[in-house]
């Protein structure tokens, strides 16, 4: 599986951002798909994750509310919208992908970087 994040960027506080994950090798509907992200001197941490029929979703506390991530099996490719960006929501993102929903995410995409000025 080959995943290629993108949409990164400098966005003011307040402002929105959609990230977006295209993924290929592999059927994308059988895909669980997930956001991280990893802020400068920080550990990755989880932002947001999607079932493959995109009807269940999942959030951090951090994001709840702000964020929306969708996917378009169509399209093989998965969003990240952000809204109500914060300072502290600067980081790099990666999308990533696993088979079942138990494993823990073993495909990674390149990252992409967002930058939210205040």
């Known amino acids: 599986v080959q995943l290629q994040a993108s949409g990164g960027g400098l966005v003011q506080a307040g402002g929105s951002l959609r990230l977006s994950c295209a993924a290929s090798?592999?059927?994308?509907?059988?895909?669980?798909m997930g956001w991280f992200r990893q802020a400068p001197g920080k550990e990755r941490e989880w932002v947001a994750g999607i079932a493959r029929s995109g009807g269940s979703t999942s959030y951090s506390d951090s994001v709840k509310g702000r964020f929306t991530i969708s996917r378009d099996n169509a399209k093989n490719t998965m969003y990240l919208q952000m809204n109500s960006l914060k300072p502290e929501d600067t980081a790099v993102y990666y999308c990533?992908?696993?088979?079942?929903?138990?494993?823990?995410?073993?495909?990674w995409g390149q990252g992409t970087l967002v930058t939210v000025s205040s």
């Open positions: 990533a992908a696993k088979e079942f929903q138990e494993n823990g995410y073993n495909y």
């Open positions: 090798g592999r059927t994308f509907s059988t895909l669980v």
